[in-house]
């Protein structure tokens, strides 16, 4: 099966611009899991899932199907990353303590991941999924964003972006549910960060090559104006929604 790639062309913008998640999400992670031999990162992209959990766990086997993605990616010596898809892990059966896919499940054939899942995880081993929403700053700001996100590039966006729009409330999740605290994204940002952080949006890029000019210019305007002080730097948070599960 042929994945659907719409990021490998700014792979290394994609590496230094997207947010961090929160220390405190890879904790509570490695506390659901008795032991913690072997993790699996999968859909890794630049790593930082993989990185952010490898403190806790003897190995971590990160996987991504772009090899541009994988060149990018940062660097742990706790962190062995392999090319390989959601759905053919090449892991051994019955290895894994704890799968982790960090903003990457809805590119996934959730069937076939779903089974490719059961089948690496120990018995009792977790499995856990999560996305973050759009991120919050100021009214002003926010409703330059949302309008940029639905209406701009809203058509260029792919069709599974849906799913993480709904915070994966929707999604089928065949595993023995539990239920997970509330995690948050919190950076502190200048007004080139952000901008910068826009620009790693895949529909930017298919907006690009639709209509031959960069879409963030026509919001980077309304983006100075109510930002202020482009040196000033913001709160900026992105809700993160979780869906966790214990295999049986």
Same mark, same amino acid.
């Given at each position: 099966m042929q994945f659907k790639d719409y990021f490998s062309a700014q792979a290394d913008e994609y590496a230094r611009r997207r947010p961090n998640y929160p220390p405190d999400l890879f904790e509570y992670l490695a506390s659901l899991t008795a032991v913690r031999d072997l993790a699996w990162d999968c859909?890794?992209?630049n790593g930082q899932a993989a990185v952010g959990i490898a403190p806790y766990f003897e190995r971590v086997i990160a996987t991504d199907p772009s090899p541009d993605q994988l060149r990018n990616a940062f660097q742990h010596p706790g962190v062995t990353y392999t090319q390989a898809t959601a759905e053919e892990s090449g892991l051994q059966s019955a290895s894994v303590d704890l799968v982790t896919v960090a903003q990457a499940v809805h590119w996934f054939d959730l069937d076939r991941f779903y089974t490719e899942v059961k089948r690496v995880l120990k018995p009792g081993g977790v499995c856990a !999924?999560? *996305?973050? @929403?759009? *991120?919050? @700053?100021s009214p002003e700001l926010d409703i330059i964003i &949302?309008?940029?996100?639905?209406?701009?590039?809203?058509?260029?966006w792919p069709r599974e972006r849906a799913i993480v729009d709904d915070g994966y409330a929707s999604l089928h999740f065949p595993f023995d549910? !539990?239920?997970?605290? &509330?995690?948050? !994204?919190?950076l502190e940002w200048e007004l080139e960060d952000l901008i910068g952080y826009l620009g790693t949006w895949s529909p930017v890029r298919r907006y690009i090559e639709a209509n031959g000019h960069d879409p963030i210019a026509i919001i980077a305007d309304s983006l100075r104006s109510a930002w202020g002080n482009p040196t000033e730097r913001r709160r900026v948070v992105w809700p993160v929604k979780m869906r966790v599960g214990r295999s049986s």
């Open positions: 859909g890794t992209g !999924i999560w *996305c973050y @929403i759009l *991120c919050r @700053i &949302d309008r940029f996100y639905f209406e701009t590039v809203g058509p260029y549910a !539990i239920e997970a605290p &509330d995690f948050a !994204i919190e």
